[in-house]
T-cell receptor, first 108, second 118 residues
Framework: LAKTTQPISMDSYEGQEVNITCSHN???????ITWYQQFPSQGPRFIIQ???TKVTNEVASLFIPADRKSSTLSLPRVSLSDTAVYYC?????????FGKGTRLHILP | GAGVSQSPRYKVAKRGQDVALRCDPI?????LFWYQQALGQGPEFLTY????????KSGLPSDRFFAERPEGSVSTLKIQRTQQEDSAVYLC????????????????FGPGTRLLVL
């Protein structure tokens, strides 16, 4: 599985758009990019998955440039309840390799 | 439908005690995973089942850790002779099963069991 690098922490304010970028220089041709969200005292929860260009669902958007060496998770108009840890994962396997994730803190 | 459930939610054990952690996956899910999450860290893979077959146990930290899924549904993670370094949250996840192609199958996680070894 490709190694990923993402910021350890980020702060933002309610109502703003938050973008979290993940680097994955060694991504393989067939790898997908997946993001999970984890709230305190809960298990991780799938947010979004993509292969190239842009994917959007009711929760977030995922932007993937042509070289696929990075990806950006975009959370529109965040609220306090979006405070969580966000994990970027790359590859396909029967197990998930989590990094330390990005600890997002939303301020009022 | 019900999600993944785990029991107990909290467990305090004395060093040297054996513990058993239970996971009830989503009905019909073929794949089941166990992860260990230390405080402030991401979850770390322990083991993976496809139905009753344990296909990967490469993440189990020692032979004190044992997992089973005898009927391909409920799974139990057993830790023998617990040590203080075993203190962590143990997460269980299930998924429909391996996908064809290279997409990563969505895993559905339970709330975890928080184990504290004194």
């Amino acid at each position: 599985l490709a190694k990923t690098t993402q910021p350890i922490s980020m702060d933002s304010y309610e109502g703003q758009e938050v973008n979290i970028t993940c680097s994955h220089n060694n991504i393989a041709t067939n790898d997908y990019i997946t993001w999970y969200q984890q709230f305190p005292s809960q298990g991780p929860r799938f947010i979004i998955q993509g292969y190239k260009t842009k994917v959007t669902n009711e929760v977030a958007s995922l932007f993937i440039p042509a070289d696929r060496k990075s990806s950006t998770l975009s959370l529109p108009r965040v609220s306090l309840s979006d405070t969580a840890v966000y994990y970027c994962l790359v590859g396909r396997d029967d197990k998930i390799i989590f990094g330390k994730g990005t600890r997002l803190h939303i301020l009022p | 439908g019900a999600g993944v459930s785990q029991s107990p939610r909290y467990k305090v054990a004395k060093r040297g005690q054996d513990v058993a952690l239970r996971c009830d996956p989503i009905s019909g899910h073929v794949s089941l995973f166990w992860y260990q999450q230390a405080l402030g860290q991401g979850p770390e893979f322990l083991t993976y089942f496809q139905n009753e077959a344990q296909l990967d146990k490469s993440g189990l930290p020692s032979d004190r850790f044992f997992a089973e899924r005898p009927e391909g549904s409920v799974s139990t993670l057993k830790i023998q002779r617990t040590q203080q370094e075993d203190s962590a949250v143990y997460l269980c996840a299930s998924s429909l099963g391996p996908r064809a192609g290279h997409m990563q199958e969505t895993q559905y996680f339970g709330p975890g069991t928080r184990l504290l070894v004194l």
